[in-house]
């Protein structure tokens, strides 16, 4: 289950407008198996257009979106869910007065018995959550805590281990590390990697921070004003290009000359 | 990389504390906080009360509670789905009068008039859930609507039908001594008489208890109580589980109703009010919270317990009765208090 170079998401020229307001032009994107595909900007940028799209939230009205190379126009997440594109949310479908295992399966609960006596299976279901929490690498002592006590990089590792085991081909994960301290960040950075190499799956990894985007991304996306503005893989850029063009490209040196009047600057450090 | 090394510190404390202490695990438990309410208010009268001490009055102390208990585990149920129930109180009554004044005035048939009754009850509670996911209203102001809509029905219509404020006889009717065995009845243990509401009682709230921990619908139950739109969002039929949360409330109801009825074999219309406010104490003194997600049947057994106790102690140490709702008050206010710092522990994380 190493990177192969099979595109699970193929987008060509895909935009999307609303009134003349057009919030995304022309963008192309191609998620691999196995790999990470990094796309960052400012706020207004269109990188919540471009996943609502992707996750099936709202349909795009230009170009085409193929999933396996079959083109497709969804209506609703569900059908993205059903085949395989599960989107995970800065506000996480978490419940945090729920336990560990009751969370991770809600709405696919495993059952025994019949009838009136249908019931969950709670052993299999607290013994498959602890094997695939484990398998993430985070250490929760008591699957039977709430999902509340838990730090948020823990929850956010939560939710995508839910995802991932409920069949997830394609990952989008929205600012995962947005409202997370240095550790918890880690964290879930180290997660993601993990679901990438080890288990395949094409992660969409949308953040504000470079550091976080190089550290595990194999392609990077840099969307302004609803278009592309860097589309380029790993071994064509480093980081202090990635910071420039995310600080705001060219745009940000006339800023830093304007402010300092004068005085030496150093651009790409401002990020 | 650094926080990604750093992090691994995690990954090294495994699985040690795999097996939480059984004590820990029972001070996380919601209905903690009212058997210890339980066993003070028990202490309390035992202490201050000569004839509480006797089995018999225990006996009536649990038939006291399981008239409460009955719709609070019901309407604890609804309030971990994050709802409130105000019409409960009422709705009994409007239960018993709809079966006593369909089985008397209108159909001549004691089991038509109940049937009838029940269907009334449900459709009260199907009304509340619908009207909450339609109108989006608190569920305190769609309930205190039919709540107030109830007690005027239940007079008025009960004085449009037998001209009276309360129903007709019931116990001669056909069918009567059957149905008082089946809802009424008492049988005799260590010499003293006990009444099968008091089974009844336990046995809903141990099924309820199992249906929250150990079914599908109990984990949905929590979740859609918890944060709903989470729910939502891995498919749980979030209204749905609203409307039956209501309509087993209904039930719950009913059941009560037909106690009543049966126990006292005419209804007073202008009884019940002020009752759904004990079933919403005994939740709450037995754990669940107002915001919902939160909470435990059992608990709510423990609750009535708690009243039920309070009630009769109240006229076992020979006080004026008044003296009831001031402890009830009491009561509530020192077992949320109670319960919120025990949550606080509980969820903080156990180190």
């Given at each position: 289950?190493?990177s192969s170079n099979t595109p699970i998401i193929q987008l060509t020229?895909v935009?999307?407008?609303?009134?003349?307001?057009?919030?995304?032009?022309?963008v192309s994107l191609t998620v691999r198996q196995g790999e990470v595909t990094c796309i960052?900007?400012?706020?207004?940028?269109?990188k919540?257009?471009l996943i609502s799209i992707i996750a099936g939230?709202?349909?795009h009205?230009?170009g085409t979106y193929a999933v396996d190379g079959k083109p497709e126009?969804f209506?609703?997440?569900?059908?993205a869910?059903?085949l395989g594109i599960s989107a995970v949310?800065?506000?996480?479908?978490?419940?945090?007065?729920?336990?560990?295992?009751?969370?991770?399966?809600?709405?696919?609960?495993?059952?025994?018995?019949?009838?009136?006596?249908?019931?969950?299976?709670?052993?299999?279901?607290?013994?498959?959550?602890?094997?695939?929490?484990?398998?993430?690498?985070?250490?929760?002592?008591?699957?039977?805590?709430?999902?509340?006590?838990?730090?948020?990089?823990?929850?956010?590792?939560?939710?995508?281990?839910?995802a991932v085991?409920?069949?997830a081909r394609v990952l989008i994960l929205d600012?995962?590390?947005?409202?997370?301290?240095?550790?918890?960040?880690?964290?879930?950075?180290?997660?993601i990697?993990?679901a990438a190499r080890?288990h395949g799956i094409g992660v969409i990894f949308i953040?504000?921070?470079?550091?976080?985007a190089?550290?595990v991304g194999d392609h990077f996306m840099?969307l302004?004003?609803?278009?592309v503005?860097?589309d380029t893989p790993r071994?064509?850029?480093?980081?202090?290009?990635?910071?420039?063009?995310?600080?705001?490209?060219?745009?940000?040196?006339?800023?830093?000359?304007?402010?300092?009047?004068?005085?030496?600057?150093?651009?790409?450090?401002?990020? | 990389?650094?926080?990604?090394?750093?992090?691994?510190?995690?990954?090294?404390?495994?699985?040690?504390?795999?097996?939480?202490?059984?004590?820990?695990?029972?001070?996380?438990?919601?209905?903690?906080?009212?058997?210890?309410?339980?066993?003070?208010?028990?202490?309390?009268?035992?202490?201050?009360?000569?004839?509480?001490?006797?089995?018999?009055?225990?006996?009536?102390?649990?038939?006291?509670?399981?008239?409460?208990?009955?719709?609070?585990?019901?309407?604890?149920?609804?309030?971990?789905?994050?709802?409130?129930?105000?019409?409960?109180?009422?709705?009994?009554?409007?239960?018993?009068?709809?079966?006593?004044?369909?089985?008397?005035?209108?159909?001549?048939?004691?089991?038509?008039?109940?049937?009838?009754?029940?269907?009334?009850?449900?459709?009260?509670?199907?009304?509340?859930?619908?009207?909450?996911?339609?109108?989006?209203?608190?569920?305190?102001?769609?309930?205190?609507?039919?709540?107030?809509?109830?007690?005027?029905?239940?007079?008025?219509?009960?004085?449009?039908?037998?001209?009276?404020?309360?129903?007709?006889?019931?116990?001669?009717?056909?069918?009567?001594?059957?149905?008082?065995?089946?809802?009424?009845?008492?049988?005799?243990?260590?010499?003293?008489?006990?009444?099968?509401?008091?089974?009844?009682?336990?046995?809903?709230?141990?099924?309820?208890?199992?249906?929250?921990?150990?079914?599908?619908?109990?984990?949905?139950?929590?979740?859609?109580?918890?944060?709903?739109?989470?729910?939502?969002?891995?498919?749980?039929?979030?209204?749905?589980?609203?409307?039956?949360?209501?309509?087993?409330?209904?039930?719950?109801?009913?059941?009560?109703?037909?106690?009543?009825?049966?126990?006292?074999?005419?209804?007073?219309?202008?009884?019940?009010?002020?009752?759904?406010?004990?079933?919403?104490?005994?939740?709450?003194?037995?754990?669940?919270?107002?915001?919902?997600?939160?909470?435990?049947?059992?608990?709510?057994?423990?609750?009535?317990?708690?009243?039920?106790?309070?009630?009769?102690?109240?006229?076992?140490?020979?006080?004026?009765?008044?003296?009831?709702?001031?402890?009830?008050?009491?009561?509530?206010?020192?077992?949320?208090?109670?319960?919120?710092?025990?949550?606080?522990?509980?969820?903080?994380?156990?180190?």
């Amino acid at each position: 289950m190493t990177s192969s170079n099979t595109p699970i998401i193929q987008l060509t020229n895909v935009g999307k407008s609303y009134g003349n307001i057009s919030a995304l032009r022309d963008v192309s994107l191609t998620v691999r198996q196995g790999e990470v595909t990094c796309i960052l900007g400012d706020n207004g940028a269109g990188k919540s257009t471009l996943i609502s799209i992707i996750a099936g939230l709202i349909g795009h009205d230009q170009g085409t979106y193929a999933v396996d190379g079959k083109p497709e126009h969804f209506t609703s997440p569900r059908q993205a869910l059903d085949l395989g594109i599960s989107a995970v949310y800065q506000t996480l479908a978490l419940v945090p007065l729920l336990s560990v295992w009751r969370n991770f399966y809600l709405g696919s609960e495993i059952r025994k018995g019949s009838g009136l006596f249908k019931r969950l299976d709670v052993k299999t279901m607290q013994q498959t959550a602890e094997r695939e929490v484990e398998r993430m690498g985070i250490n929760i002592p008591d699957l039977e805590q709430p999902v509340g006590t838990l730090s948020g990089g823990q929850r956010q590792v939560v939710a995508i281990a839910r995802a991932v085991h409920f069949g997830a081909r394609v990952l989008i994960l929205d600012e995962p590390t947005a409202a997370l301290g240095v550790t918890q960040s880690g964290l879930v950075l180290r997660y993601i990697a993990t679901a990438a190499r080890e288990h395949g799956i094409g992660v969409i990894f949308i953040t504000h921070n470079p550091h976080h985007a190089y550290m595990v991304g194999d392609h990077f996306m840099v969307l302004a004003r609803g278009e592309v503005e860097l589309d380029t893989p790993r071994a064509d850029l480093s980081l202090e290009d990635l910071m420039f063009h995310m600080a705001g490209g060219a745009g940000l040196n006339a800023l830093q000359h304007e402010l300092h009047r004068g005085e030496p600057t150093t651009a790409g450090q401002a990020a | 990389m650094n926080a990604i090394t750093e992090s691994v510190e995690t990954r090294v404390a495994r699985r040690q504390v795999q097996q939480t202490p059984l004590w820990k695990r029972i001070l996380k438990r919601p209905e903690v906080g009212a058997l210890g309410g339980v066993i003070l208010v028990f202490v309390f009268f035992y202490v201050m009360a000569p004839p509480f001490r006797q089995l018999s009055a225990l006996s009536t102390v649990l038939y006291q509670a399981s008239i409460l208990g009955i719709p609070a585990v019901a309407v604890a149920l609804l309030m971990i789905g994050g709802e409130f129930d105000l019409s409960a109180g009422v709705a009994v009554v409007s239960s018993s009068l709809a079966a006593s004044m369909f089985a008397t005035e209108v159909t001549g048939n004691l089991w038509i008039g109940m049937l009838l009754a029940l269907v009334l009850s449900l459709g009260i509670g199907a009304l509340n859930g619908y009207l909450l996911v339609r109108t989006k209203l608190h569920s305190f102001l769609v309930t205190l609507s039919t709540f107030l809509m109830l007690q005027g029905l239940n007079i008025a219509i009960t004085k449009l039908v037998t001209g009276n404020v309360a129903t007709a006889d019931i116990s001669g009717m056909d069918g009567f001594d059957l149905g008082q065995r089946i809802f009424a009845s008492s049988f005799h243990v260590f010499g003293t008489s006990v009444s099968i509401a008091i089974v009844y009682w336990l046995i809903f709230a141990a099924i309820a208890t199992w249906v929250l921990l150990r079914t599908r619908i109990g984990n949905w139950i929590f979740a859609v109580g918890g944060q709903g739109d989470s729910a939502r969002a891995v498919g749980i039929p979030v209204k749905r589980v609203k409307i039956g949360l209501f309509m087993v409330v209904g039930f719950s109801c009913w059941f009560t109703g037909m106690h009543m009825l049966f126990a006292y074999d005419t209804v007073q219309s202008g009884a019940g009010i002020g009752n759904e406010l004990l079933y919403i104490a005994s939740a709450v003194v037995g754990g669940c919270l107002l915001t919902g997600g939160y909470g435990s049947a059992a608990g709510s057994a423990l609750g009535a317990f708690i009243f039920g106790m309070t009630t009769e102690g109240v006229i076992y140490a020979d006080w004026d009765p008044d003296w009831f709702m001031f402890f009830v008050g009491a009561m509530l206010l020192l077992a949320t208090v109670f319960n919120g710092w025990l949550r606080i522990r509980a969820l903080s994380r156990s180190k």
